[in-house]
């Protein structure tokens, strides 16, 4: 029997599928997208970035290799960018989108097959103003730790 050599992979697609499902957003894996119309930013600026994955370890478990153990933390940006001077709308948008987030039920998604035991979203900060094209943007660096059982 072969086993999966992390849960990273299963967890990012579950995650933004997860997002995607229950949102109007661009779900970006990797750098992020600037969508422009001439100076006028689209609607798909309004994204969830994964950045990358950080503080990550892997326990081999005292019977050798049929238990391993994960620890990691998935950090993505939620970018809203509002094409007027409206920040309070980008800055609740970002909010909005980060409460979905904490919502998602990631540990119960059956595509992840039991693997993952804790998923615990949290954020970072904000970052909001004008942007070199005009308009607001806000930013919510947001963390998702997991905890999770390679079978």
Excluded at 20 to 37: K, M, N, Q, S
Aim: overall charge negative; hydrophobic content about 45%.
């Amino acid at each position: 029997m072969s086993l999966p050599t992390s849960t990273i992979p299963a967890v990012l697609d579950a995650l933004l599928a997860q997002l995607t499902a229950r949102l109007t957003v661009l779900p970006v894996d990797g750098d992020p997208v600037e969508v422009y119309d001439g100076e006028t930013a689209l609607l798909a600026a309004q994204c969830i970035q994964v950045v990358g994955v950080s503080n990550a370890t892997q326990e081999w478990g005292a019977t050798g290799l049929s238990r391993v153990w994960e620890s990691y933390d998935v950090n993505l940006q939620i970018r809203v960018f509002a094409g007027s001077d409206n920040q309070p709308w980008a800055r609740a948008r970002a909010y909005l989108i980060y409460g979905v987030l904490l919502a998602a039920p990631l540990r119960d998604d059956p595509g992840m097959g039991g693997l993952v035991m804790e998923a615990e979203p949290s954020f970072t900060g904000l970052v909001n103003g004008p942007t070199d094209k005009g308009g607001r943007v806000a930013i919510v660096p947001a963390v998702v730790h997991v905890d999770a059982e390679l079978a």
